[in-house]
């Protein structure tokens, strides 16, 4: 966008002798501000370490058109009724005359409908219908570009408007490589062309409502229902969304509430073959919070994606020795490895009887505190849970215990 603008601001405005000199200022001041770019950016590219820089063709499921209207149909149509109010008043000015100026891009237009429909034809074959929605429209917005004499506010929400509809296209052929899905992929893209569209509708609705009264009766009336319709449908998601998210409880007897760790005092989890109250959870955790200062270290349980490992150090915000597995690879890619060794670290920890070990494991990762609940004695060997009792007093002391769930303190 802003090599498009700084492109088009030098061709349109800085006047030369020479189209040629135009060019070559159009041109220097596109790599200026790429080489700018680069140099200033270089500090943070230096030190980040991208991992998902490849894409991979995406092969569906694709977007349902449903599902596309759901998410865009609001700034749609705003967008299409304005566009189609600027392409009429277009039409109004230009006499049939004026055609004849076309003859010389006869085959250029000839050509550009060809790859129009080509393109179209593979969006059929592959399997995606949003293409017959956001093909149009990005060629309708890049068509009205050339309207003579048009504000560069309405060229720019134009260039907006057409960008945006080809990012809602990019997802469905590509997907970054490595994304679950294209969970990711859809979730960065559709953020940009989200922000494109929110702001190219919105200029879209102000130019509008002054055309508004000039249009005939049963097409103000469809605009207007259509709004008041989409509009008021959006705006019910607030409540709506509230409303399912309530009735999708887990524990229908928790309480109605803002405190999100209320629902341990009666829920009870089934993991390991084994089913755990969560209370007992929940009352060490209040425990931990008013009691623990600062941020020490603690061990808890881990296991594998969305399972009840971790919970101590999610409700507590205490650091533990590694965090929820998956989010922690994600972000360090590279240094994956570095993470799974956490991982089983902490399982070798839990089931371990090696005295030296257990003691070069709470060195290593300055481990403060060590939780032993239910979910621990259901994860890791009896043996290995049986050394706490064992090592009470030499290597770590009892501080809290409230039926299965003991915490230790490891001694200095």
Not at 65 to 87: D, H, K, N, P, Q
Not at 103 to 108: A, D, G, R
Not at 375 to 390: C, H, M, S, V
């Amino acid at each position: 966008i802003g090599l498009a603008a700084i492109g088009y601001a030098i061709w349109r405005y800085i006047y030369t002798e020479t189209g040629v000199k135009r060019i070559a200022l159009v041109i220097g001041a596109v790599i200026a501000l790429t080489v700018l770019s680069f140099v200033m950016y270089q500090p943070y590219r230096a030190w980040y370490a991208q991992a998902y820089s490849a894409l991979d063709p995406w092969k569906g499921p694709f977007t349902p058109i449903m599902s596309y209207f759901t998410m865009w149909g609001v700034f749609l149509l705003i967008i299409a009724a304005w566009m189609a109010w600027e392409t009429r008043e277009w039409m109004a000015v230009t006499p049939l005359s004026a055609l004849h100026r076309l003859k010389p891009y006869q085959i250029l237009i000839e050509g550009a409908l060809i790859l129009f429909v080509l393109v179209l034809l593979v969006f059929q074959y592959i399997g995606t219908s949003i293409g017959w929605i956001a093909l149009p429209i990005a060629a309708w917005a890049g068509i009205l570009l050339f309207r003579p004499n048009m504000p560069d506010s309405k060229r720019f929400v134009l260039f907006l408007i057409g960008t945006a509809m080809l990012i809602t296209l990019v997802v469905e052929l590509v997907v970054v490589r490595g994304d679950i899905g294209r969970q990711n992929t859809i979730f960065k893209f559709y953020l940009q062309a989200w922000f494109l569209l929110a702001i190219g509708s919105a200029a879209a609705f102000t130019w509008t409502l002054p055309a508004f009264f000039q249009w005939l009766p049963g097409w103000r009336l469809l605009w207007q229902s259509a709004m008041i319709l989409l509009v008021v449908g959006a705006a019910m998601f607030t409540i709506t969304g509230t409303s399912g998210k309530i009735r999708d409880r887990w524990i229908i007897e928790a309480p109605r509430t803002l405190d999100s760790i209320t629902f341990m005092e009666y829920a009870h989890y089934d993991d390991f073959g084994q089913r755990l109250d969560l209370s007992e959870d929940y009352r060490a955790i209040r425990w931990m919070q008013d009691t623990v200062q600062g941020s020490p270290v603690i061990v808890e349980a881990n296991c594998v994606e969305y399972h009840w490992c971790t919970r101590f150090t999610v409700y507590t915000g205490l650091p533990g020795v590694v965090g929820w597995n998956w989010h922690q690879r994600q972000q360090r890619v590279f240094t994956s490895t570095w993470v799974e060794g956490r991982v089983a670290s902490v399982g070798n920890f839990y089931n371990s009887v090696d005295p030296d070990y257990m003691q070069t494991f709470l060195k290593t990762h300055d481990v403060k505190y060590i939780i032993v609940g239910q979910l621990e004695r259901a994860a890791y060997t009896p043996e290995g849970i049986a050394k706490f009792d064992q090592f009470e007093g030499e290597f770590w002391r009892e501080i809290y215990r409230d039926g299965r769930t003991v915490i230790y303190e490891v001694m200095p």
